[in-house]
């Protein structure tokens, strides 16, 4: 693995001004207009912090999820510099949290039994974090990956991890085809790898406008989300996919060219 560029301290920078600037544009705007409906600043304050992700579930839980987790990443990195194999190291810190996840313990009090639970959802999403910060410098010199690494045995951890938390889960059938549309991105054209890097690079953004256009259509468009025509919610979610991508897309080009100039 390559040196982090530019130090710990530019790593921090990068990093955290990537996902926080976004963040508390979007966070922002979406607590201003809820405060304007009902909501008190303290409940608002809770969530663009991400405080009430923790305590009751709500907000933003990728974003709480992230702050302490690029806090620790450097020390990950260095982790892996040092040791000789860090597929195995990945693979051991993969299956603890697995483990520790797959525990259920049972608690009296509400208030920290809702703030174990949401605990264990971020371990849940934990294994693909630590899985692809292993593999992103074999993809970027581009070495050939094996494809047990890079679509077996994650998704063997995600089908496992989804059964110890929720037991059957009907989704599993859609697992079949990961590794089939994996091989299929390798054949794919141009314009359509165009099309997931341009939704890629707006993932961010458009993963927090998502459930705040939701609302807004709920709460300022009853009409639409009411009408007969939106049986199934189908126009509500299309709704949200078009607004909320041109939405995401500003954003990140003004955040872009915000930060450059810094």
Request: hydrophobic share 50%; aromatic share 16%; glycine share 6%.
């Given at each position: ?64 999820m992230l702050i302490p987790l690029y ?80 679509i077996v045995v994650p998704l063997f ?106």
């Open positions: 693995m390559k040196q982090i560029r530019g130090g710990v301290k530019c790593w921090y920078i990068r990093r955290y001004r990537r996902v926080l600037v976004p963040y508390f544009i979007i966070a922002g705007i979406g607590n201003i207009l809820a405060v304007m409906r009902g909501r008190t600043i303290a409940e608002a304050v809770l969530n663009i912090s991400t405080i009430s992700y923790w305590l009751e579930h709500k907000g933003a839980w990728y974003i709480a806090a620790i990443t450097p020390v990950h990195d260095a982790i892996c510099k040092k040791i000789k194999n860090p597929v195995y190291y990945t693979l051991v810190i993969v299956i603890i949290i697995v483990g520790i996840s797959s525990l259920h313990f049972e608690c009296p009090n509400v208030g920290l039994a809702q703030f174990i639970e949401n605990v264990r959802h971020v371990l849940v999403h934990l294994p693909a974090f630590f899985i692809g910060f292993m593999l992103a410098p074999m993809a970027k010199e581009e070495k050939c990956i094996s494809f047990l690494w890079m951890l995600v089908i496992m991890m989804k059964y110890l938390h929720f037991g059957y889960w009907p989704g599993f059938l859609v697992f079949s085809f990961v590794p089939l549309l994996c091989r299929l991105f390798c054949y794919s054209g141009k314009t359509f790898m165009n099309i997931l890097s341009f939704f890629g690079k707006i993932s961010l953004e458009s993963y927090l406008f998502n459930g705040i256009v939701g609302s807004w259509i709920i709460v300022y468009l009853p009409w639409i989300y009411e009408s007969p025509v939106n049986k199934g919610c189908y126009l509500h979610y299309a709704l949200v996919i078009i607004v909320g991508t041109a939405l995401a897309y500003w954003v990140n080009r003004f955040c872009e060219k915000a930060l450059k100039k810094n």
